[in-house]
């Protein structure tokens, strides 16, 4: 059997337990509903219409889940199809999805076969594409199993924030070569336990999946196939099958100016360049990306992907905050800082932007709201520019008619 395949049979990802269900929804990037809409639908998608979703290599079924329990919730006719190559994975996924009541397509087999499956309006796929043994055949069967207007949510490794990852790989492919996976397992975590103080993962702060579970050990150090992919290289690959990045899910992390100093002359050189030639830089400069998640789409028309503030019959939703608690911080201190892969930033939004951010209820339009607070639109639009440039940076704020948080 394919080692890929070994693996995640014998250690479905991520460990999950569908008893877990009754208690709790997990919830991540890329793939909630609202960020659907933002990245991919101009924050316009009218979700009583029926939509097509596939989870390709979804694993123990974490996005499938939380995409179709968030589309339950809104009525949304959804059909969903979850694809993987592993049995094992999928009875997890089956029963998580049963223990909520919930119903998909499950289907085993390669994502490089998506295309058989149909068309899909969007197309998860997290964590698997730097896995396949020709990754561009991948990229290129999600783009042809896109529906017309379709787009992806993506989830793909970088290499600088799993600096010691990849050498350890390296010995332990060669010296567990042949072993089973149980046997790979214990002697991999053996000698992780024995690393000198020196070695790159004993250091690196970013990393703490081997710690978490044995399928989460395994998946990190001890994995077959594992080629992570830097911004240039993302960008490369979407390129070849004909996609292109609409946007990283917090885009400010990839904002360079975030890890220079203020210089006119360092802000005179990062002006020269490209959006993808700075983002590059960012990734250099922060260290600390070990994955990139994003939405993508066909090339054509990527640029009118992104849901944008200028129209007044945009509804905004605050994520991770409630809008009352983030206008009072937002009043006093004009702003806040936020922690991200272990790195403080700053998010400036003036003070009198404050009772806008009050009023985002996700019900309210960004007419309805200046007119609640006696605002003409370019007053208004002038005061929720900053709102939306500090809070859509970081994945907070997100446009949708018709989705929910
Ligand atoms: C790291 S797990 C990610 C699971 C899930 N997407 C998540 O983010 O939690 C990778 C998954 O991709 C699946 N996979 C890897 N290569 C595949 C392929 N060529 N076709 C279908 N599934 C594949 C594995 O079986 C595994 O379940």
Redesign the pocket.
């Known amino acids: 059997m394919d080692a890929?395949?070994e693996?995640?049979?014998a250690f479905?990802?991520?460990a999950r337990d569908p008893a877990e269900e009754a208690r709790r929804l997990i919830e991540g990037s890329p793939s909630h509903p609202l960020e659907i809409d933002h990245y991919l639908f101009a924050g316009r998608r009218d979700w009583t219409q029926p939509f097509r979703a596939l989870?390709?290599?979804?694993?123990?079924?974490?996005?499938l889940v939380m995409l179709a329990q968030k589309l339950a919730d809104i009525g949304c006719p959804a059909e969903i199809t979850y694809?993987?190559?592993?049995v094992a994975?999928r009875q997890v996924a089956e029963a998580r999805m049963a223990a909520r009541g919930l119903a998909a397509r499950f289907v085993t087999?390669?994502?490089?076969e998506a295309p058989a499956l149909g068309r899909f309006d969007y197309i998860?796929?997290?964590?698997?594409l730097h896995?396949?043994?020709e990754p561009d055949a991948?990229f290129a069967a999600l783009a042809a199993a896109l529906a017309e207007g379709g787009g992806l949510g993506l989830?793909v490794y970088a290499p600088h924030g799993r600096t010691g990852v990849y050498p350890l790989q390296a010995a332990f492919g060669a010296l567990f070569s042949g072993d089973a996976p149980e046997t790979r397992l214990r002697l991999g975590r053996a000698a992780v336990a024995a690393l000198p103080e020196g070695n790159w993962l004993a250091r690196n702060p970013h990393l703490g999946d081997h710690r978490s579970s044995d399928a989460g050990f395994y998946?990190l150090l001890l994995h077959g196939r594992d080629r992570p992919y830097t911004v240039t290289e993302l960008d490369a690959a979407l390129a070849r099958a004909g996609l292109a990045r609409v946007s990283f899910t917090e885009p400010a992390l990839y904002d360079p100016a975030r890890y220079l100093p203020e210089s006119p002359e360092i802000a005179e050189r990062l002006a020269r360049l490209s959006e993808p030639e700075r983002a590059q830089i960012a990734e250099h400069l922060a260290g600390h990306i070990k994955t990139h998640t994003l939405y993508a789409a066909p090339a054509a028309g990527a640029g009118e992907r992104l849901a944008r503030p200028a129209s007044a019959a945009a509804v905004p939703h605050l994520r991770g905050a409630a809008p009352r608690a983030l206008a009072a911080q937002v009043a006093k201190s004009g702003g806040f800082r936020l922690t991200l892969n272990g790195t403080g930033f700053a998010v400036t939004i003036p003070a009198a932007a404050a009772p806008l951010i009050a009023a985002a209820d996700g019900r309210a339009s960004l007419g309805e709201i200046a007119a609640r607070l006696g605002l003409d639109w370019l007053a208004f639009s002038a005061r929720w520019g900053a709102v939306h440039r500090g809070l859509t940076g970081f994945n907070l704020l997100h446009y949708s008619r018709g989705a929910r948080g």
């Open positions: 890929v395949r693996q995640y049979e479905p990802y991520p989870v390709a290599g979804a694993g123990t079924g974490d996005g694809l993987d190559m592993s994975a087999g390669d994502l490089c998860d796929c997290c964590g698997v896995h396949l043994p991948g989830m998946d």
